[in-house]
């Protein structure tokens, strides 16, 4: 095929994917948030640091505190949403969202951003509800090239947000750079509120006395396929790893290596470039060659590059290691939470529609299980021997749970039809 019919192929989809309200609100919305957040995320461990008084180890109890709560919401979630339906859960989650900014703009010190954790962990309560509303918005067939689209548009922000936030902090300083997103953030999330409220339509349809249980028991669990308990097991494995070093990868750089902040902002915005620009081939192939063959590359990519990230000096080494390890999230399998086109799309080809945010919420919960103490375990790596130990931790502990995806997980030959 020939680049006049690439690019013909690439117009269909993308109309075909937001010919759907539901992803033209979400896709608005998730871009705008992500917009403001990826301007001062890359510096936020530094800013706790620097301005509210954080060592690296409380660095990793706020993040322990943020993953923690998604095992007290994310199976609520799926199963409430399984029951009542996706949007009242993605409005009032939602909204929810608006608080934590709020608090963080107003902390003195890293205690009281704490709460803030808190407020944003219970956004969890509407992930599940979701992942399974964009899978139900989606055209069945074209599952992975959909989702390749749907993270496409979501994700362009990642490729100018950094670079911006980086010239803000250096041009204004950290504290004031960072606070002026927050702000900017806080506006963002009443906004997403808003649109979702008024645009977002229902995709659950329960056939009479057909509700799923409000609790979980253990016809939940009986009743799921084997590949999903063993996505289970590579989703713990894989959190695992990729927490023990997501606080500290941004503060390496920062503190270690001794980049600037337009630096960073820079490696994050080529990051995001590769990243966004391979999110849609690599949804195409999941359709036609399988989502396993996408996941295992991206299982692989993203602990070999964590080695790396730790090994190399310099800027351009740097960046060229980033560089990769956006390629692996492109793939969509890795990183720190198991997600991305070909994992969320091997979901929905498994499991039926009365059972995907439920599926969603256990896999969240059993993952913030295991996850939650792991950054805690990083900053104290980083503390006590050195800052590449976690690094190399990581790499080994995610190349583990490739294995196990590959040994454990047959997709379906034909994905289910909604």
Do not use: C
Request: aromatic share 12%.
């Amino acid at each position: 095929m020939g680049l006049r019919g690439n690019l013909s192929e690439y117009y269909s989809m993308f109309r075909e994917v937001f010919s759907n309200k539901n992803i033209i609100a979400i896709s608005i919305t998730t871009s705008l948030w992500s917009l403001i957040g990826m301007g001062y995320r890359p510096f936020w461990a530094l800013y706790l640091q620097d301005h509210l008084g954080a060592s690296v180890v409380n660095i990793g109890i706020f993040s322990m505190i943020s993953t923690a709560e998604s095992l007290i919401f994310q199976l609520p979630g799926g199963l409430l949403a399984d029951r009542y339906g996706r949007r009242k859960l993605i409005i009032f989650g939602s909204f929810l969202r608006t608080l934590g900014p709020i608090i963080y703009f107003l902390a003195p010190s890293w205690e009281w951003v704490i709460p803030g954790a808190i407020a944003s962990g219970m956004t969890s309560l509407y992930m599940p509800a979701f992942t399974a509303i964009v899978a139900e918005s989606l055209p069945s067939k074209r599952r992975g090239s959909g989702y390749g689209v749907y993270n496409t548009i979501t994700r362009i922000p990642n490729i100018v947000s950094p670079l911006i936030g980086g010239i803000l902090m250096d041009t204004y300083g950290l504290y004031r750079g960072v606070r002026m997103f927050l702000l900017v953030q806080i506006g963002v999330s009443i906004f997403t509120v808003i649109v979702r409220y008024f645009t977002i339509e229902e995709t659950m349809v329960h056939k009479p006395g057909k509700r799923p249980p409000i609790i979980p028991t253990a016809e939940t669990f009986r009743e799921l396929p084997r590949p999903i308990f063993i996505m289970m097991i590579v989703s713990i494995i894989g959190s695992f790893s990729g927490r023990l070093v997501m606080d500290y990868t941004n503060l390496y750089a920062l503190d270690i290596l001794k980049i600037t902040a337009t630096q960073l902002g820079v490696i994050s915005s080529v990051a995001g470039l590769v990243q966004t620009v391979l999110t849609l081939p690599s949804g195409m192939l999941s359709d036609k060659y399988g989502r396993k063959n996408n996941i295992m590359v991206s299982r692989v990519i993203s602990p070999v590059t964590q080695y790396f990230m730790a090994a190399v000096t310099g800027y351009y080494p740097y960046m060229l290691v980033r560089s990769f390890n956006a390629i692996g999230l492109a793939f969509g399998g890795g990183g720190v939470r198991a997600g991305g086109s070909a994992w969320n799309a091997l979901i929905a080809d498994i499991v039926p529609s009365r059972k995907r945010a439920t599926v969603n919420g256990v896999i969240g919960t059993l993952t913030a299980v295991v996850a939650a103490p792991s950054s805690v375990l990083g900053g104290w790596l980083w503390e006590t021997f050195n800052p590449q130990l976690p690094f190399q931790l990581s790499a080994v502990i995610g190349l583990v749970a490739a294995a196990v995806f590959w040994l454990g997980v047959h997709e379906p030959e034909k994905p289910l039809e909604e």
